[in-house]
Nanobody
Framework: VQLQASGGGLVQAGGSLRLSCAAS????????MGWFRQAPGKEREFVAA????????YIADSVKGRFSISRDNAKNTEYLQMNSLKPEDTAVYYC????????????????WGQGTQVTVSS
């Protein structure tokens, strides 16, 4: 599957952004989707994930209560809604697809999008 992330940009602290990840192929609902982020000099960090049906979601503690993940299987697209953004949320955000049932580690995901930059100014 090929993934295309979009929606990043520059936003002030406290603002919101919605990231999108469009997937190719006709079996989008058969795999889990996730979002990771990577800040300069840091390791790639899990942000959120959602099962193929959308019935289960997983959110990292660092963004819980501010970020939410969703998907529209009819549109082959997943979303990351980011509210109350903080400067420490600044990173490149990557979407990813998993063909298994684990969604926490980068190694759980087999396909990756190109990343979209999110910059939060203070």
């Amino acid at each position: 599957v090929q993934l295309q992330a979009s929606g990043g940009g520059l936003v002030q602290a406290g603002g919101s952004l919605r990231l999108s990840c469009a997937a190719s192929g006709r079996t989008f609902s058969s795999y889990g989707m996730g979002w990771f982020r990577q800040a300069p000099g840091k390791e790639r960090e899990f942000v959120a994930a959602i099962s193929g049906s959308g019935g289960s979601t997983y959110i990292a503690d660092s963004v819980k209560g501010r970020f939410s993940i969703s998907r529209d299987n009819a549109k082959n697209t997943e979303y990351l809604q980011m509210n109350s953004l903080k400067p420490e949320d600044t990173a490149v955000y990557y979407c990813a697809a998993s063909y298994g049932s684990a969604y926490r580690r980068p190694s759980d995901f087999t396909s990756w999008g190109q990343g979209t930059q999110v910059t939060v100014s203070s």
